[in-house]
């Protein structure tokens, strides 16, 4: 069966260094979803991607966060630098299309630790 | 303002105790109600989507109502492994968002 990978599952930094997650969608997916999780809450959207366009980032703190999806494919999200408000599971996840009614499959996430 | 609301947060049952989770919407022309269970540590795993009011979905020991207001996950006869995380999500036809709820965090006692 098909799944979302994440790499790495868990990360422990420094806060002002810099991190990176990677993810890869489901085979053929066109849409790719960053998510935050903070313990004891659902997920907040961060960015979403159709193919490799960036499609809704309106809740990236882009002062430090960025993200890419190069060739539509995989992606990358990136803190630089991290803050210890950072600390919390980062989940990825893919659909089909984002104009049909397709639900979203997710990654296992990779838990971040800002000491 | 789009927002989904899930209660209660918590709920304890005994194996084979039957339950129902509720999550409530306020989803502008709701495109659809999506449920997923989350184990602690791991990814959510999708379970369900509902797309209009009187849709119904089951599979194995839940089962899955959607009504104008709210949706319902029922639970029966429930063993311990079932116990998780429980969110649901609602996507307005507008826009891209998954509105998640907070969750309910369900424990099955032996």
């Known amino acids: 069966e098909a799944e979302v990978a994440q790499s790495p599952r868990y990360k422990i930094t420094e806060k002002s260094q810099a991190v990176a997650f990677w993810c890869d969608p489901i085979s053929g997916h066109a849409t790719l979803y960053w998510y935050r999780q903070i313990l004891g809450q659902g997920p907040e959207l961060l960015v979403q991607?159709?193919?490799?366009?960036?499609?809704?980032d309106s809740q990236l703190p882009k002062d430090r966060f960025s993200a890419e999806r190069l060739k539509g494919v995989d992606s990358t999200l990136k803190i630089q630098p991290a803050e210890l408000g950072d600390s919390a599971m980062y989940l990825c996840?893919?659909?089909?299309?984002?104009?049909?009614?397709?639900?979203?499959?997710f990654g296992p996430g990779t838990r971040l630790t800002v000491l | 303002e789009d927002q989904v609301t899930q209660s209660p947060e918590a709920l304890r049952l005994q194996e084979g105790e039957s339950s129902s989770l509720n999550c409530s919407y306020t989803v502008s022309g709701l495109r659809g109600l999506f449920w997923y269970r989350q184990d602690p540590g791991k990814g959510p795993e999708f379970l369900f989507t509902?797309?209009?009011a009187g849709e119904e979905k089951e599979k194995e020991r839940l089962k899955a109502t959607l009504t104008k207001k709210e949706s319902f996950l029922h639970i029966t006869a429930p063993k311990p492994e079932d116990s998780a995380t429980y969110l649901c999500?609602?996507?307005?036809?507008?826009?891209?968002?998954?509105?998640f709820g907070t969750g309910t965090s369900l424990t099955v006692i032996p």
């Open positions: 999500a609602g996507a307005p036809n507008t826009g891209n968002q998954f509105y």
């Open positions: 509902l797309y209009s």
């Open positions: 996840a893919s659909s089909q299309d984002r104009l049909s009614y397709n639900e979203q499959f």
């Open positions: 991607f159709q193919d490799e366009s960036v499609v809704d």
